[in-house]
């Protein structure tokens, strides 16, 4: 698809040069006109396809007499497989960095990958066909602190496997779930 749009627009602006070189270069009043037809390169991606790096505006919250704030980054990586993307070309995983501060001390600091969440994935869903899109603060609760996490096929945000990764306030080891709701929101109507 990308050669297809890269020699359709190198084509349509080689007849645009051509068309003006036939229109303005006949001229017969004696002067000669100078056209301009340097072919300027197209912008070609190098590499393999990724996500842009991106990191998520810190979020605060005060609870229960605590102040904890959260951040993440999340970024393409050079050092995980690729997966393939649906024009089968390859497409580099993202991993995330989650830190979370609790009065100013360090509570969590942890990067995210795929493989964290492929036992709660289930049988149904293929980890080889997908990436790590990112993982979001969603809120703090007497359960702890939630955030939400994503797998997908390249290029597709709205599909793919949703999950909750929940830490205890306390800090400690987080507890990751597959959230079937969210997919049964998205299902195809019965």
């Given at each position: 698809?990308?050669?297809?749009?890269?020699?359709?627009?190198?084509?349509?602006?080689?007849?645009?040069s051509?068309?003006?070189?036939?229109?303005?270069?006949?001229?017969?009043?004696?002067?000669?006109?100078?056209?301009?037809?340097?072919?300027?390169?197209?912008?070609?991606?190098?590499?393999?396809?990724?996500d842009?790096?991106r990191?998520?505006?810190p979020?605060?919250?005060?609870?229960?007499?605590?102040?904890?704030?959260?951040?993440?980054?999340?970024?393409?990586?050079?050092?995980?497989?690729?997966?393939?993307?649906?024009?089968?070309?390859?497409?580099?995983?993202?991993?995330?960095?989650?830190?979370?501060?609790?009065?100013?001390?360090?509570?969590?600091?942890?990067?995210?990958?795929?493989?964290?969440?492929?036992?709660?994935?289930?049988?149904?869903?293929d980890?080889?066909?997908?990436?790590?899109?990112?993982?979001?603060?969603?809120?703090?609760?007497?359960?702890?602190?939630v955030?939400?996490?994503?797998?997908?096929?390249?290029?597709?945000?709205?599909?793919?496997?949703?999950?909750?990764?929940?830490?205890?306030?306390?800090?400690?080891?987080?507890?990751?779930?597959?959230?079937?709701?969210?997919?049964?929101?998205?299902?195809?109507?019965?």
């Amino acid at each position: 698809m990308r050669k297809t749009i890269i020699e359709i627009s190198a084509s349509a602006l080689l007849l645009f040069s051509l068309m003006l070189t036939v229109a303005c270069g006949n001229r017969t009043d004696g002067n000669a006109v100078r056209i301009d037809t340097t072919m300027y390169n197209l912008a070609q991606e190098e590499g393999p396809g990724h996500d842009d790096a991106r990191t998520l505006p810190p979020v605060a919250i005060d609870y229960d007499g605590k102040h904890y704030v959260t951040t993440v980054s999340i970024a393409p990586s050079d050092t995980l497989p690729m997966v393939k993307d649906t024009y089968n070309d390859p497409y580099k995983d993202n991993e995330a960095k989650v830190r979370v501060t609790v009065d100013g001390k360090v509570l969590v600091d942890k990067v995210f990958r795929k493989n964290d969440f492929i036992k709660a994935l289930g049988s149904d869903a293929d980890p080889m066909s997908q990436i790590f899109c990112g993982i979001a603060f969603d809120k703090i609760s007497p359960r702890g602190i939630v955030f939400r996490a994503q797998l997908a096929r390249p290029g597709d945000m709205e599909g793919g496997t949703s999950f909750w990764v929940t830490y205890p306030v306390e800090g400690g080891i987080p507890v990751i779930t597959r959230d079937d709701s969210r997919e049964a929101a998205f299902a195809a109507p019965d």
